[in-house]
């Protein structure tokens, strides 16, 4: 009879902490503070990427102004008309408003960038997290699918 339960203590044992990981992470899988946060970053990405692109038309419309107005001081001069001073006044005014939308840009893409990189980052945590439980839920044998099929299967959560 001894012989029967050393048998067999091992695997309770292999139950009993395979039970126990699979309850961490389905409680983990529940926890949906990360995932909010995550949605939050995400979605802040995209209103910041609009707002990137509305800098990056502002530009090219102060671009091109400004060229009009070179080319139309130019063909000013050319024609002979020396009283360009309001002319250059309002080059001088569309110069400044594009470097300070150009400063605006800057400073959005900046922060564009690092809520991306933070987007990326929880998705390389959450997929490490991931694949460790795949990998210790596979060896319990509480799961039987393929990594892939695991990932596909949780690929909306964040752990």
């Known amino acids: 009879m001894n012989k029967e339960y050393k ?4 695997k309770q044992k292999q139950v009993k902490e395979a039970s126990i990981l699979l309850k961490q992470f389905n409680a ?15 979605k802040a990405k995209n209103i910041m990427e609009v707002r990137v692109e509305r800098y990056i038309t502002q530009i090219n419309s102060l671009q ?52 991306i990189a933070c987007i990326e980052r929880y998705d390389e945590l959450s997929d490490s997290r991931k694949l460790t439980y795949f990998i210790l839920l596979s060896k319990s044998g509480d799961i039987n699918s393929t990594w892939l099929e695991f990932k596909e299967q949780y690929k909306d959560k964040i752990i």
Do not use: M, W
């Open 7 to 10: 048998k067999t203590a091992p």
């Open 28 to 42: 983990e899988l529940a926890d949906e503070e990360l995932k909010r946060n995550y949605d939050s970053f995400v």
């Open 64 to 115: 091109d102004n400004i060229n009009k107005h070179r080319n139309c001081i130019i063909d000013t001069l050319k024609l002979g008309y020396t009283d360009v001073p309001y002319l250059i006044n309002g080059l001088s005014q569309l110069e400044t408003e594009l470097e300070k939308v150009r400063e605006d840009f800057t400073k959005s893409k900046s922060e564009l960038d690092k809520t």
